[in-house]
C-alpha cells in the first residue's frame, strides 16, 4: 500500500491539484476582498447606505448581558442569537457568480487555446494517410 501512496503522490495529477488549490484559495482572497470591500458598499448604497451584509432578522432575543449592538449581525452572531442573515447570504451568492464567471472565461480560454491547436497544420503521417485515402476513392470498385 505504502508503494502505492507513494507512486500516487508522485504523478504529475496530484502536484497540479495542490497547486491549483493553493491559487484556488488565494483567487478566493481576492474576490472576497473585492466583494465585500468594493461591490457590496455600491449595492448596499443603492439599498439605502447600510452594509448589506448586516441585513438580517433576529429569530430570537439576544442574552440578557449583551453589551454588542442590535443592528451588528457580527455582535449578535458572536452573541449566540439566532438570526435570519439574508444580507451575508447575497455577498456570499455574488462571491460565487463572480468566481463561477472567471472560472467560466479560464475554462473558455483554454478550450479555444486547445482548438487553436488542434486547427493547426497535421502531421505530416496524418497528411499521408488523408492522401491515401482520397486515392483509394478515386479508383473504381470492381
Not at 103 to 107: A, E, N, P, S
Given at each position: 500500500m505504502l508503494n502505492e501512496f507513494k507512486a500516487f503522490i508522485n504523478r504529475g495529477n496530484v502536484l497540479d491539484l495542490a497547486v491549483a488549490v493553493i491559487i484556488g484559495a488565494a483567487f478566493g482572497k481576492i474576490v472576497s476582498s473585492?466583494?465585500?470591500?468594493?461591490?457590496?458598499?455600491?449595492?448596499?448604497?443603492?439599498?439605502?447606505?447600510?452594509?448589506?451584509?448586516?441585513?438580517?432578522?433576529?429569530?430570537?432575543?439576544?442574552p440578557a448581558d449583551f453589551k454588542g449592538s442590535l443592528a451588528s449581525y457580527a455582535d449578535l452572531k458572536a452573541a449566540g442569537v439566532p438570526l435570519l442573515g439574508y444580507g451575508q447570504f447575497i455577498t456570499v451568492a455574488v462571491n460565487f457568480l463572480i468566481v463561477a464567471f472567471v472560472?467560466?472565461?479560464?475554462?473558455r480560454a483554454a478550450n479555444k487555446a486547445f482548438h487553436r491547436a488542434e486547427d493547426a497544420a497535421d502531421p505530416a503521417d496524418v497528411v499521408l494517410l488523408r492522401e491515401i485515402r482520397d486515392e483509394l476513392k478515386k479508383r473504381p470498385i470492381d
Open positions: 473585492l466583494t465585500d470591500d468594493l461591490i457590496m458598499p455600491v449595492i448596499g448604497k443603492l439599498f439605502g447606505g447600510l452594509d448589506f451584509a448586516n441585513y438580517f432578522i433576529m429569530l430570537g432575543d439576544p472560472i467560466f472565461l479560464l475554462v
